[in-house]
DNA sequence: CGAGTTGTCAAGAGATTGTTTGAGTATTGG
DNA sequence: CCAATACTCAAACAATCTCTTGACAACTCG
């Protein structure tokens, strides 16, 4: 066969991008900057490390080319290099949570239980919107909401997911979105409306999935709380 | 936030994954399983590594939930626990390609010189064969071809590649395949054809993601070398 | 400038990983 | 049943990785 010297070294450095997500807090890095860019202090507190050791984790990351940053100021942002780190962080998910024996159980530890919370697919609610028919709830931190939305989505600040969803109308049909499938706002949101006999469901993935599918995003004009059905 | 604890479990568990495929040697492992099933003894041979250190590799594969075996007889043969193991492994090589300094300078030292080697998109070879013009070669091993081919290719052996390429007309449009990106063996077999004169482009990527795609696949009917243009 | 922030670097302890070696287990065929 | 084949297991060592600590560097603002 071929040389195989050559082909290790090749398999050696293609092995190396997996390497540098093979670690649980890389891995949470990478899923928090599928929403956006961030400040490494941002990332420290989002995945509960030191600075040195998030700034030393980012630079595996970005030596393996999973990353890239900018400074701005005194402050480096730092983002995923492109939408293919998106799409392969996807593909992980995938394998992971239809082969790892466990997954599905620590999903539940982390999310709280999901048995009764129905799920609708993105094609479904893109035909509810164009009906006209459902209330779009998005349950992530205002600036995300602000950097991109699914258009005729409403923002609900998750930390004051309560007062918020209070307004929302008993015989209102409602779909909850966030990060992706492993985020806990839209869960919340919907057990809380659950409890109050508002019928809810999540869409099945986050937004950075419907952005990666090339489907519309509006930008800024964030509307707090529930104003109307339309 | 929701719970660190679980949180990190959870991801840790996803980092696993990626793990697994952080190694060189599990990562060709990988690479080939794509392909089909094949026994431990053909694997260790394939990554030039001991039966026992492969075994290991294997079983940390099976682990992270990336491969499955079965038991025939005295042999016991792996595969890829499904096709999206293998979408995960074809994300991370689209990551390296793009994003990893070096990758494409490897390739090159593994694959030769690949400069004035015309490439073709599955779409346009489809198009292509609806209208007839075209021949098609399927350059993997006869067993390979066997378990299912690109409909109205004809097999090449790699290891006999200069007789059978011999007869390929002089006029003829080609376009040749084989495993995927990192395979030399349409490389070899198109600038054997190029020095014939023979105008022979690649096909972009290989059969198993022509497989992924869903597209038709040919099961058998082995044809061995160049009968017609059709 | 000088103090305060933000981020990076370097060194070291402790855990994990990769490979080799040699032994052990399951299955086949004589 | 014995020998051979195909594979797995266990121990052990070197190499690598993770996280902590403390110092250092870049930048901002008063």
């Given at each position: 066969?071929?040389?195989?010297?050559?082909?290790?070294?090749?398999?050696?450095?293609?092995?190396?991008?997996?390497?540098?997500?093979?670690?649980?807090?890389?891995?949470?890095?990478?899923?928090?900057?599928?929403q956006g860019e961030?400040?490494?202090?941002?990332?420290?507190?989002?995945?509960?490390?030191?600075?040195?050791?998030?700034?030393?984790?980012?630079?595996?990351?970005?030596?393996?080319?999973?990353?890239?940053?900018?400074?701005?100021?005194?402050?480096?942002?730092?983002?995923?290099?492109?939408?293919?780190?998106?799409?392969?962080?996807?593909?992980?998910?995938?394998?992971?949570?239809?082969?790892?024996?466990?997954?599905?159980?620590?999903?539940?530890?982390?999310?709280?239980?999901?048995?009764?919370?129905?799920?609708?697919?993105?094609?479904?609610?893109?035909?509810?919107?164009?009906?006209?028919?459902?209330?779009?709830?998005?349950?992530r931190?205002l600036p995300e909401y602000e950097a991109g939305h699914?258009?005729?989505?409403?923002?609900?600040?998750?930390?004051?997911?309560?007062?918020?969803?209070?307004?929302?109308?008993?015989?209102?049909?409602?779909?909850?979105?966030?990060?992706?499938?492993?985020?806990?706002?839209?869960?919340?949101?919907?057990?809380?409306?659950?409890?109050?006999?508002?019928?809810?469901?999540?869409?099945?993935?986050?937004f950075?999935?419907?952005?990666?599918?090339?489907?519309?995003v509006?930008i800024g004009?964030?509307?707090?709380?529930?104003?109307?059905?339309?």
């Amino acid at each position: 066969m071929a040389d195989r010297v050559a082909k290790e070294a090749l398999f050696d450095r293609l092995a190396d991008v997996a390497k540098a997500l093979g670690n649980g807090r890389r891995a949470e890095l990478v899923d928090v900057l599928a929403q956006g860019e961030r400040s490494v202090e941002v990332l420290a507190s989002e995945v509960g490390q030191s600075m040195a050791n998030t700034s030393h984790h980012l630079q595996v990351l970005a030596r393996a080319g999973l990353v890239a940053s900018r400074r701005d100021g005194s402050h480096v942002h730092y983002r995923l290099s492109s939408e293919r780190v998106g799409e392969f962080w996807s593909a992980l998910r995938d394998v992971a949570a239809h082969h790892v024996a466990g997954v599905s159980e620590l999903v539940d530890a982390y999310l709280g239980p999901r048995e009764g919370i129905a799920t609708i697919t993105r094609d479904e609610l893109i035909s509810s919107i164009d009906t006209g028919k459902v209330v779009v709830l998005d349950v992530r931190p205002l600036p995300e909401y602000e950097a991109g939305h699914i258009p005729s989505a409403i923002s609900i600040d998750p930390t004051r997911l309560y007062d918020q969803l209070r307004k929302v109308p008993r015989d209102a049909e409602v779909v909850a979105y966030c990060r992706g499938p492993y985020c806990a706002y839209a869960y919340e949101a919907i057990r809380s409306l659950a409890s109050q006999g508002v019928h809810a469901r999540r869409l099945e993935e986050g937004f950075p999935e419907w952005r990666r599918a090339g489907l519309p995003v509006a930008i800024g004009t964030a509307v707090s709380g529930v104003a109307t059905t339309g």
